[in-house]
C-alpha cells in the first residue's frame, strides 16, 4: 500500500530556516514525481513545485521560485521542502503529493505538515 | 501563468445534482483533475484526465471538460460529499489549482 508519511508541525520564528519532509513507501520512489502543495490558513491549494527523484529534475512555480528549494534522498526515499529564511506569511499547512505521470493527477497524498512563523 | 476560476461556494439539497466549474483558458485542451477535502483532511483525488474515477470513488462523481471549462458532477448529493473541491491542471511543465470551491449540502 502507497503511504507518504510528513514530518511533524514546526514552530519557528521569522527569519530561522526549516527543512521539512516527505516519506514515501509501498511504491518505487525513483519512478514517480513529488510535489509540494501549500495551504494558507483557509485559503485552496497552491502547487509549489516537483521533483522526479530519480534523477532530481525539479521544476518550481513562478511564484515560489527562489523562496524554496525541493530535494530528495532516493536512498531514503524521501523528498524535503525547506526554506533559508522564514517569514510569518509562510505560516500555512504543507502537503506532499505524489504525480501519476499516466494520469497527470496526485493520487496519494501525504498527511500535511502545519508550519507556523511567529515571533 | 495561466489562472484557473472557481466559484468560491455552491449549495445543492440533498439528493440533487451539483456542478462545480473550472475555468480557465483553453482548458479543454489541458488535462484537468479534481480534487475532494474534507474539514481537517488531506486532499482526495475523485476525477483525473478529465473524466476518470479512481478506484473507490463513487459512480455519482463525474467529470466533463470542454473549450474553457471543466465541471465536476455529484449526481444524488449526500450529506457526506459536504467538503472543498478543488479543480487542477497543467500549464506546460507547471502545476496550477483553481481557488477552491466550498460545496454545502443543506
Known amino acids: ?119 | 501563468s495561466s489562472e484557473l476560476t472557481q466559484p468560491p461556494s455552491v449549495s445543492v439539497s440533498p439528493g440533487q445534482t451539483a456542478s462545480i466549474t473550472c475555468s480557465g483558458d483553453k482548458l479543454g485542451d489541458k488535462y484537468a483533475s479534481w480534487y475532494q477535502q474534507k474539514a481537517g483532511q488531506s486532499p482526495v483525488l475523485v476525477i483525473y484526465q478529465d473524466t476518470k474515477r479512481p478506484s473507490g470513488i463513487p459512480e455519482r462523481f463525474s467529470g466533463s471538460n470542454s473549450g474553457n471549462t471543466a465541471t465536476l458532477t455529484i449526481s444524488g448529493t449526500q450529506a457526506l460529499d459536504e467538503a472543498d473541491y478543488h479543480c487542477q491542471a497543467w500549464d506546460g511543465s507547471t502545476g496550477v489549482f483553481g481557488g477552491g470551491t466550498k460545496l454545502t449540502v443543506l
Open chain 1, 1 to 119: 500500500e502507497v503511504h507518504l508519511v510528513q514530518s511533524g508541525a514546526e514552530v519557528k520564528k521569522p527569519g530561522e530556516s526549516l527543512k521539512i519532509s516527505c516519506k514515501g513507501s509501498g511504491y518505487s520512489f525513483t519512478t514517480y514525481r513529488i510535489a509540494w502543495v501549500r495551504q494558507m490558513p483557509g485559503k485552496g491549494l497552491e502547487w509549489m513545485g516537483i521533483i522526479y527523484p530519480g534523477d532530481s529534475d525539479t521544476r518550481y512555480s513562478p511564484s515560489f521560485q527562489g523562496q524554496v528549494t525541493i530535494s530528495a534522498d532516493k536512498s531514503i526515499s524521501t523528498a524535503f521542502l525547506q526554506w533559508s529564511s522564514l517569514k510569518a506569511s509562510d505560516t500555512a499547512m504543507y502537503y506532499c503529493a505524489r504525480h501519476h505521470g499516466d494520469w497527470y493527477a496526485f493520487d496519494y497524498w501525504g498527511q500535511g505538515t502545519l508550519v507556523t512563523v511567529s515571533s
